[in-house]
C-alpha cells in the first residue's frame, strides 16, 4: 500500500481521493498515480500537473518518475510563497 499525502491548496482538490493506493504496478511512479486521478480527479490531476508542483517519497523530495514500492508515503507538494 501507498499513502497519498496531498498539501496547502492540493488538500483543498483532493478532499474526494483516495488517501491510499492499494495494489501497485510493477513500474509505479509518481507520474503514473496522477495519471491514473486524472479519470476521475480531473481538476487535482489538473493542479498536479503544474511544473511548479513538487513530489517527495518517504520525506525524500525526489522525480517524478521515481519507482514506489509497498509502504512509501507519497507525497504532492504544491509552490510555497513567503512573505
Known amino acids: 500500500m501507498i499513502d497519498l499525502l496531498f498539501f496547502g491548496r ?3 482538490l483532493a478532499k474526494d481521493a483516495p488517501t491510499c ?3 501497485l504496478e510493477p513500474d509505479a511512479t509518481p507520474l503514473g ?3 491514473m486521478m486524472k479519470a476521475d480527479h ?3 490531476s489538473k ?3 503544474e511544473p511548479q508542483v513538487l513530489v517527495s517519497v518517504n520525506k525524500m ?3 517524478w518518475d521515481q519507482p ?3 509502504g512509501d508515503e507519497l ?3 504544491p509552490p510555497v510563497t513567503g512573505g
Open 10 to 12: 492540493l488538500g483543498d
Open 21 to 23: 493506493i492499494a495494489s
Open 33 to 35: 498515480i496522477r495519471q
Open 42 to 44: 480531473p481538476e487535482l
Open 47 to 49: 493542479a498536479l500537473s
Open 61 to 63: 523530495i525526489v522525480k
Open 68 to 70: 514506489l514500492f509497498e
Open 75 to 77: 507525497a504532492f507538494l
